[in-house]
């Protein structure tokens, strides 16, 4: 089974920048496309972003393009969420997720229900 940390959420003031990162342990991320979700209280999770297992693909939600980007390191299995110019509504708890597809190197998505591995979670809060 393949577990996720992640790490890197705190307080931020909006026009600021956080790092999220998420490590992997139990299998290799090669094999695996990655998301990063967040869910806000009230509100349905939503996908943020997404890199297939390849790298070569990534995806991400209209709401965050052009401020967020999404990268990945196999050699140290993490993959990273680069967070610039934040809002008061990116404040979520935010989540990364795997899904495993070894023979779909460009395969990237932003269903929640198509990841079937999940961290706990870092919550992300932008006020003044």
């Known amino acids: 089974q393949l577990q996720l940390v992640e790490s890197g959420g705190g307080l931020v003031q909006p026009g600021g920048s956080l790092r999220l990162s998420c490590a992997a342990s139990?299998?290799?991320?090669?094999?695996?496309?990655l998301g990063w979700f967040r869910q806000a209280p009230g509100k349905e999770r939503e996908g943020v972003s997404c890199i297939s297992s390849s790298g070569g693909n990534t995806n991400y939600a209209d709401s965050v393009k052009g401020r967020f980007t999404i990268s990945r390191d196999n050699a140290k299995n993490t993959v990273y969420l680069q967070m610039n110019s934040l809002k008061p509504e990116d404040t979520a708890r935010y989540y990364c997720?795997?899904?495993?597809?070894?023979?779909?190197?460009?395969?990237?998505?932003?269903?929640?229900?198509?990841?079937?591995?999940w961290g706990q979670g870092t919550q992300v809060t932008v006020s003044s």
């Open positions: 139990g299998f290799t991320l090669a094999n695996y496309a």
């Open positions: 997720a795997g899904l495993w597809s070894p023979l779909l190197p460009r395969l990237c998505g932003l269903s929640a229900g198509a990841f079937g591995s």
